[in-house]
């Protein structure tokens, strides 16, 4: 494995395309920002990630993680935790958190930069981490002052890490099943017995706590998703003077076998009369998980950008060095026997698909991250709620499309190595086994799909998607004029209108059959998918061009990956919008016993 962080095209994105520094200027709490702050942290963050987690990327996917029975400890792989403690001293966990609790209170943006590189040198291990920022903010948000003061300094600090547990045997997304009860003590407490399933990072040897978000049932509790609550159930008992007391009766009982992210251990967690405190209101535990399961979805999607990026640098490095056959247009290494691999079409295809999704990709999550950032620290009450409903509207998107691209684009990296890159020494296939979860977890991206056109879109008669729908008009219009951008323009306006038409006609398909959504949502997901990207690789495209007269060959660079865009992924959309417009008949006609 070979990782470069990407610090040019990270600061093109920020400065040149987003102009980021001017918009968090604007915010109270980052009115100092500037640049070269943002630069300087980017930089050392690469460093990082390059140097301590990409290393242990392919030993801890081949080492895995251990589980004594006897104990229920894990001993996550050789170096894991000594790299987790470098991360720690450099001051990493707290980068984006509140001043209040020992963080650096940086823009979300920095932290997005820091996770990027991160899941591009190392999902598995970034995971354990990772996961603290949803619990954090989850207990920021519907925490008890005591919890806040107790769980959020070592949250921030890195002292301990967190998990988010929902998972049952024999529920998943359908959360309205679970099973795991939670009983009242005298003291204000609860004991909380139940088990968990597919629980990320749920016991290992990293730190010396765990904060496990747990939802559970009261006795009382009406049936449903309505009866569920969330509760704090720490690995080892939390006293009220916020030190570690004896175990708690939350244990690993087996590490899940798992065809990626071996170095993450994947828990199934048994909780026996576990001590446990109540977070938020009783029966409303989903509406407070909520705020770490859509900080989790937009971390999956990060990880798929990571992944996208690191396998794009390895097929590219071996497509230039493998020789394999002669150009079709002649020879282009005549001293050599053959000429190198890059030089054909088709492989420059799969390079390029990999290229400009991991580039699209950037451009949108760091997009979104500076609406968190304007979301949490404006003043302005209808910004806050603006930024508010393109965040839901894109989460979704970044989740299911971005994994779902990292997913093509891994495995076409893999194609460019030829058998080479079937065979684990090539380092290559395990970007392939680490992308496949990202599709899965934290709600199926038919789930994604379902939420995106259900509820953000048809939920709210096209609210939230007008709004983006607007900024990507307001974008058209000025640009319209310009001849040097018809060829990103035009595209980008069809695809806006033909949105538009296919949004109403599956909104009144809708209301006489509501499997037309289930039936329609996935191929309706991936057309929105594309007309975000469009909108920024159109974007991306204007700076290039403005810029290509410099001489840089960056914007060369950006502006035939932005052209290769519009020219071979953003058709896909036409079959797509067929498909999504044929209805569910041909899904839901044939009789289940003829399966």
């Not at 954090?136 to 967190?162: D, F, I, M, R, V």
């Not at 009220?240 to 708690?248: L, Y």
């Not at 400009?356 to 949490?376: F, M």
Request: charged fraction near 20%; charge should be negative; proline fraction near 4%.
């Amino acid at each position: 494995m070979s990782y470069t962080p990407p610090l040019r095209d990270l600061q093109f994105v920020m400065h040149e395309v987003l102009d980021v520094t001017s918009t968090l200027q604007q915010l109270p709490r980052h009115a100092e920002i500037d640049a070269d702050t943002i630069n300087a942290v980017i930089e050392e963050a690469g460093k990082f990630a390059a140097g301590v987690a990409a290393p242990l990327n392919a030993s801890g996917d081949a080492e895995g993680c251990t589980l004594d029975t006897a104990t229920h400890e894990v001993r996550t792989p050789k170096g894991f935790k000594q790299a987790y403690e470098q991360y720690v001293e450099g001051g990493w966990p707290s980068l984006s958190c509140d001043p209040a609790f020992g963080g650096q209170g940086l823009p979300v943006l920095l932290n997005q930069c820091l996770y990027e590189m991160l899941n591009s040198a190392n999902q598995a291990w970034t995971m354990y981490p990772g996961l603290s920022h949803g619990a954090y903010e989850c207990l920021s948000a519907h925490g008890t002052e005591w919890q806040k003061n107790t769980y959020l300094p070592k949250l921030t600090s890195g002292e301990w890490t967190g998990t988010m547990c929902l998972t049952e045997p024999h529920c998943g997304t359908d959360l309205g099943m679970l099973r795991t009860k939670a009983e009242p003590q005298p003291d204000g407490t609860y004991k909380i017995t139940g088990q968990k399933i597919f629980i990320s990072a749920g016991e290992h040897d990293i730190t010396s706590n765990i904060v496990h978000l747990v939802l559970a049932r009261l006795p009382d509790a009406p049936a449903g998703s309505k009866g569920i609550s969330l509760f704090v159930v720490p690995k080892y008992k939390v006293a009220a003077d916020g030190s570690i007391g004896e175990r708690n009766g939350i244990f690993c009982t087996a590490v899940e076998h798992k065809m990626g992210i071996h170095g993450n251990a994947t828990c199934q967690l048994t909780l026996e009369a576990a001590s446990g405190t109540l977070v938020g209101e009783p029966n409303r535990g989903l509406q407070a998980m909520f705020v770490m399961m859509n900080a989790a979805r937009l971390g999956v999607g990060c990880q798929a950008l990571g992944l996208t990026e690191t396998a794009y640098q390895m097929a590219v490095a071996y497509a230039k060095d493998r020789i394999q056959m002669r150009s079709l247009t002649g020879p282009k290494a005549p001293d050599k026997p053959a000429d190198p691999i890059i030089v054909h079409p088709d492989v420059r295809k799969m390079l390029l698909t990999a290229r400009a999704y991991a580039e699209g990709g950037r451009a949108l999550a760091l997009y979104t991250a500076l609406l968190l950032d304007r979301e949490i620290a404006s003043d302005d009450e209808d910004e806050r709620a603006e930024c508010a409903d393109l965040v839901a509207l894109l989460t979704a998107i970044v989740k299911a499309f971005m994994t779902d691209n990292a997913w093509i684009a891994t495995s076409h990296c893999m194609q460019v190595y030829g058998g080479h890159g079937y065979i684990r020494d090539s380092g290559i296939e395990q970007f392939v086994r680490d992308a496949r979860i990202n599709m899965i977890y934290e709600g199926t991206n038919t789930v994604q799909s379902l939420d995106l056109l259900g509820r953000k879109v048809l939920g709210d008669n096209g609210k939230k998607l007008k709004k983006f729908g607007k900024i990507v008009a307001e974008f058209i219009e000025e640009e319209g004029v310009n001849e040097a951008m018809q060829e990103f323009v035009n595209p980008l306006a069809d695809l806006g209108d033909k949105v538009t038409k296919l949004t109403t006609e599956l909104g009144m398909k809708a209301m006489r059959n509501t499997d037309e959504v289930g039936a329609a949502a996935v191929d309706y997901l991936r057309v929105c998918g594309h007309l975000v990207f469009a909108y920024f690789w159109a974007r991306m495209a204007k700076v290039a061009l403005e810029k290509q007269g410099s001489g840089d060959p960056f914007y060369t660079a950006k502006l035939h990956t932005a052209r290769f865009y519009f020219a071979k992924l953003l058709p896909e959309t036409a079959a797509l919008i067929r498909t999504a417009r044929s209805g569910s008949d041909a899904l839901m006609a044939m009789d289940e016993s003829l399966f």
